[in-house]
């Protein structure tokens, strides 16, 4: 008797490289990836926010531009920068970002996911992908290593290091190429609401908006998901 395949779920995600709470969100869906092991395979597939489109190529002084974005005092942002990093140390994150820490434009880094998303198979766009490893990457870049993801030779780097070739990551960032798909896919999610990031769409139709606890995709997923394929 031949066993049947387990089910497959399809995961939008809808991210920014700027945003702390897409890597601690992804950080918590993992665990949900790791609870359906043998039972549920998920396919994998990032998509461009800006949370900063008119962010200048110099960038911005993280803890100005939260104060300035947002119209908070600096205590209430620096007790916000603690709570995240707790989070996410909780999550084996780490978020260094210390004095001189800046905001960057996230335009050709979102170009480069686009980029390394076409490459992959349908198949092939698993949790372990090699979009989802460049999004890890830039992530560490950006949060954790401080490294200005904005900056061509850096993004070149960074796509090297999830072994992308390097020479053609540059030619991409050199030229306009993958910036339509980026402002299509932008407006695509836009016209859907989707209006703050992270925000996970199940299935094609199921949204979870945020960095939502385990429980709350698992809970959707065996009503939603695996009753339907029972």
């Known amino acids: 008797?031949?066993?049947?395949?387990?089910?497959?779920?399809?995961?939008?995600?809808?991210?920014?490289?700027?945003?702390?709470?897409?890597?601690?969100?992804?950080?918590?869906?993992?665990?949900?990836?790791?609870?359906?092991?043998?039972?549920?395979?998920?396919?994998?597939?990032?998509?461009?926010?800006?949370?900063?489109?008119?962010?200048?190529?110099?960038?911005?002084?993280?803890?100005?531009?939260?104060?300035?974005?947002?119209?908070?005092?600096?205590?209430?942002?620096?007790?916000?920068?603690?709570?995240?990093?707790?989070?996410?140390?909780?999550?084996?994150f780490s978020f260094n970002r210390g004095p001189g820490f800046r905001m960057r434009n996230s335009f050709d880094a979102h170009r480069l996911l686009t980029w390394a998303g076409a490459l992959e198979e349908p198949d092939q766009a698993g949790p372990t992908g090699v979009q989802t490893a460049l999004k890890l990457a830039l992530f560490r870049a950006h949060f954790t290593d401080n490294r200005d993801v904005s900056d061509h030779g850096v993004l070149a780097d960074i796509a090297a290091s999830v072994g992308l070739p390097a020479d053609r990551a540059a030619a991409i960032l050199a030229s306009g190429d993958y910036a339509e798909m980026v402002r299509t896919e932008e407006a695509y999610w836009a016209d859907r609401n989707i209006s703050g990031v992270p925000a996970f769409i199940l299935g094609g139709r199921m949204l979870i908006p945020g960095a939502q606890e385990p429980e709350a995709f698992i809970r959707v997923i065996e009503r939603k998901v695996l009753a339907d394929a029972a």
């Open 1 to 92: 008797m031949t066993l049947s395949p387990r089910p497959l779920l399809a995961v939008d995600i809808v991210s920014d490289v700027m945003c702390p709470w897409c890597i601690i969100g992804w950080l918590k869906f993992e665990k949900v990836i790791a609870h359906f092991a043998g039972r549920l395979d998920f396919r994998v597939q990032w998509h461009p926010f800006e949370l900063n489109p008119d962010m200048p190529p110099e960038g911005e002084d993280s803890v100005e531009h939260v104060i300035r974005k947002y119209g908070i005092t600096p205590d209430q942002s620096r007790a916000n920068r603690d709570r995240l990093a707790g989070i996410a140390a909780d999550l084996d």
